[in-house]
């Protein structure tokens, strides 16, 4: 399978230096930036790091403070555009979604309220139909809350993000209940990096309180 991934490099970079930084205001540089859509384009944009010993820092939203998504040379991977729901599905009395890390708590939310996760097409049997059951249950939401909804889940993750809410639900990492990881490489600066190309949410059944 031919798997395509857009990277850019040197003056090509003119015009994105929004997905260099984030709210830190920290100055970031990168050699290429790398804006995989896919598991498949991200696994391939990882290998063909790991193979070059380069760097990576991985981003998502850029909205975090703390610098974590301002790359200092090397190759910036933005994960925006994994921004899909890829399932649903009932588990002991509740809900599961499983979210790319590109997805918005602002998309999150609307999805929920609309019960409407956009192409469900590449979904399996079983959660097409676990879809029609969801569909016809109560009101559902996710809890956490960081103050920023274009914050995008896999961030959320990474820097386990609270807010107002985290004083009765708590932070973030607390909640997904699993997550599918890329395999850690070793880039020369002796640090490993991986990257949760799919997230697992619960759903709570009572609304926001």
Same mark, same amino acid.
């Given at each position: 399978?031919?798997?395509?991934?857009?990277?850019?490099?040197?003056?090509?970079?003119?015009?994105?230096?929004?997905?260099?930084?984030?709210?830190?205001?920290?100055?970031?540089?990168?050699?290429?930036?790398?804006?995989?859509?896919?598991?498949?384009?991200?696994?391939?944009?990882?290998?063909?790091?790991?193979?070059?010993?380069?760097?990576?820092?991985?981003?998502?939203?850029?909205? &975090?403070?703390?610098?974590? @998504? #301002?790359?200092?040379?090397?190759?910036?991977?933005?994960? $925006?555009? +994994?921004? *899909? =729901?890829?399932?649903?599905?009932?588990?002991?009395?509740?809900?599961?979604?499983?979210?790319?890390?590109?997805?918005?708590?602002?998309?999150?939310?609307?999805?929920?309220?609309?019960?409407?996760?956009?192409?469900?097409?590449?979904?399996?049997?079983?959660?097409?139909?676990?879809?029609?059951?969801?569909?016809?249950? &109560?009101?559902?939401?996710? @809890? #956490?809350?960081?103050?920023?909804?274009?914050?995008?889940? $896999?961030? +959320?993750? *990474? =820097?386990?993000?609270?807010?107002?809410?985290?004083?009765?639900?708590?932070?973030?990492?607390?909640?997904?209940?699993?997550?599918?990881?890329?395999?850690?490489?070793?880039?020369?600066?002796?640090?490993?990096?991986?990257?949760?190309?799919?997230?697992?949410?619960?759903?709570?059944?009572?609304?926001?309180?």
């Amino acid at each position: 399978m031919v798997v395509s991934v857009r990277i850019l490099r040197g003056a090509q970079l003119v015009g994105h230096e929004r997905l260099l930084a984030d709210e830190s205001r920290l100055a970031g540089h990168a050699d290429a930036l790398a804006m995989p859509a896919s598991e498949a384009a991200l696994s391939a944009v990882l290998a063909a790091c790991a193979a070059e010993r380069l760097d990576v820092t991985l981003s998502s939203g850029h909205t &975090g403070i703390a610098g974590g @998504a #301002v790359p200092q040379g090397g190759v910036a991977v933005h994960c $925006g555009r +994994m921004d *899909a =729901c890829l399932g649903l599905f009932e588990r002991d009395g509740g809900w599961f979604l499983r979210c790319g890390p590109g997805v918005t708590l602002a998309a999150l939310r609307g999805a929920l309220s609309r019960k409407d996760f956009g192409d469900t097409t590449v979904w399996s049997e079983a959660d097409r139909a676990a879809l029609a059951r969801f569909r016809s249950s &109560g009101v559902f939401s996710f @809890a #956490v809350d960081p103050t920023e909804t274009s914050a995008c889940l $896999g961030g +959320m993750v *990474a =820097c386990n993000a609270s807010g107002a809410r985290s004083f009765r639900h708590g932070a973030m990492r607390r909640h997904p209940s699993a997550a599918e990881a890329m395999p850690s490489f070793r880039p020369p600066a002796r640090k490993c990096y991986c990257c949760a190309c799919e997230t697992l949410l619960p759903l709570r059944g009572d609304g926001y309180r």
